[in-house]
């Protein structure tokens, strides 16, 4: 079973390991696009590095730089997932890589956020024929789920006929406006199959043949 990247970013930032110079746990930070010394890529998406800035690497490598080059510079300690033994890494300031840490925190939730996509995403086959309104539900109103999910999701509306979709939908706000054309086409669909209608005053659904509303009672 291939891994999820976010399944594997999570897995790593659990990963303990401490840098050899200072003893200090490993940050488990996002690589950036291009290594220093080749211009290419590192090769995974996630690096351990010590930013401890008391660490004596970090702390001795100004003034060998210094004399070296001729310019401010240092190295911290960077290890490769996998790998056993790290190597220096160059920095050009004391704020490198500081910022690109990886929240366990927010990328589990992120995780968790996915695994009821999918899940959701795996009930839509099946979701007409149960009478399931509940996935088709969850992708629309999850401002996160992929595009074209959420709008085979929304095609599934009028199928349902479930109008338990209408005040959801119309109390949640949509970024993508041409997904919230085809969700407003949804519920009039939906409405027309229940012989249905919204009152124009107070957004309540009432019947179709209703001449007055009974929530708000004015004429419709």
């Known amino acids: 079973m291939i891994e999820d990247k976010t399944e594997r970013c999570l897995r790593l930032a659990r990963e303990e390991h401490h840098c050899p110079h200072c003893g200090q746990r490993l940050s488990c930070c996002n690589a950036p696009p291009f290594h220093v010394g080749d211009g290419l890529g590192w090769g995974t998406d996630v690096i351990f590095i010590c930013l401890n ?15 070296r080059y001729g310019h401010a510079a240092s190295c911290r300690y960077i290890l490769l997932p996998g790998e056993e033994k790290g190597e220096a890494m160059m920095v ?14 927010a990328l589990g939730k992120t995780n968790v956020r996915h695994a009821r996509e999918k899940e959701a995403e795996a009930k839509l086959a099946t979701c007409v024929a149960e009478k399931d309104l509940e ?16 709008k085979r999701a929304c095609e599934l509306l009028a199928e349902l006929s479930d109008p338990a979709c209408i005040d959801p939908l119309r109390n949640h706000t949509f970024r ?11 519920i009039i669909e939906v409405l027309r199959r229940n012989h249905l209608k919204e009152c124009q005053a107070c957004a309540e659904i009432i019947k179709n043949q209703a001449k007055v509303c009974k929530h708000c009672g004015r004429e419709v």
């Open 92 to 105: 050009g300031g004391q704020n490198a890589f500081k910022g690109s840490e990886i929240d366990v925190e």
């Open 53 to 67: 800035d008391e660490c004596k690497l970090y702390t001795s490598s100004w003034e060998k730089f210094e004399e």
């Open 176 to 186: 993508h406006s041409d997904l919230e054309q085809q969700v407003n086409m949804a």
């Open 135 to 150: 996935p088709a539900l969850y992708l629309l109103t999850d401002e996160h789920a992929e595009l074209a999910l959420r």
